[in-house]
Nanobody
Framework: QVQLVESGGGLVQPGGSLRLSCAASGSIIYIYAMGWYRQAPGKQRELVASITSGGSTNYADSVKGRFTISRDNAKNTVYLQMNSLKPEDTAVYYC?????????WGQGTQVTVAS
């Protein structure tokens, strides 16, 4: 089965930037849409960005204009460029197929935005 490995998280100050990577063990070219999710302590996991095989993107209102999702099918990798980070962005970030999620989910990567 496909395995997903997230990386690129860390501690940054408000207004800073991070680029997250999601590496898949198998090809993602046949996956209709890949997405980035995040889960903060005590809160439900939420979808923050997605991208289809055709390159169509969608973003949660909370990150629109600040985050950019992209995919490189040749590298079987999905990226999330995060700019103008806010403390509210602090969470564990995961990637997965938007439809028919792969099981299990990856370990995620921690993003902490604080002074």
């Amino acid at each position: 089965q496909v395995q997903l490995v997230e990386s690129g998280g860390g501690l940054v100050q408000p207004g800073g930037s991070l680029r997250l990577s999601c590496a898949a063990s198998g090809s993602i070219i046949y996956i209709y849409a890949m997405g980035w999710y995040r889960q903060a302590p005590g809160k439900q996991r939420e979808l923050v960005a997605s991208i289809t095989s055709g390159g169509s993107t969608n973003y949660a209102d909370s990150v629109k204009g600040r985050f950019t999702i992209s995919r490189d099918n040749a590298k079987n990798t999905v990226y999330l460029q995060m700019n103008s980070l806010k403390p509210e962005d602090t969470a564990v970030y995961y990637c997965n197929s938007v439809r028919g999620s792969f099981d299990p989910w990856g370990q995620g990567t921690q993003v902490t935005v604080a002074s």
